[in-house]
């Protein structure tokens, strides 16, 4: 990672761009975890809306929650980094769900609604949505090269969750990576 990645505030989800000559690449979090080569069909359609309204009201329930039991609690966190890998540098950015403190630890938390019952053996939610875990794992990789005190202290330890949501329901299932 590079020693300089940036934290930023407000987020936007910039399309991926890729530059062939330049041998470089930018791209979020997200669309990393879920990036393959060649055609693929980018689902959606009006089953995608109904689920984001979905997650967006579950996501707007849990913060209020997290708000309400730790005042030290951060939101939509944005940060960014960059790799060089093969002779390419990509630009990672991505915006983390929640981000708390307690002492001298601090834990990323990812809020992921589905539309399975939950709740369910671990091993079937990782099986079933690795790319949610690559997406956290990216968080954590872009959180540890960041030296910036506000956002994470240099001796601090790092904790990490997927918080699953059943859509229907709202029952929500933690699976810590």
Known sequence: WSSAPRISRPFHNPPMIFDLDRRTASLSAGEFSNFVLGPHDAG????GLWRAQ???????????????????AEFEVVVDGGIFHRGW?????????QLLRAGSAVTLREIKTVTRPLPVDERELRADYPEYFVQLATYIALLRSVENASLRAPDATLRAELV???AGSGLAQTVVL
């Open 44 to 47: 959606g359609g009006s089953a």
């Open 54 to 72: 979905l997650g967006t009201h579950w996501h707007n329930e849990l913060r209020a929650q997290t708000a309400a039991a730790s005042t030290g």
């Open 89 to 97: 540098t990509l630009t990672l950015t991505g915006r983390i769900d």
């Open 164 to 166: 699953f949501v059943e």
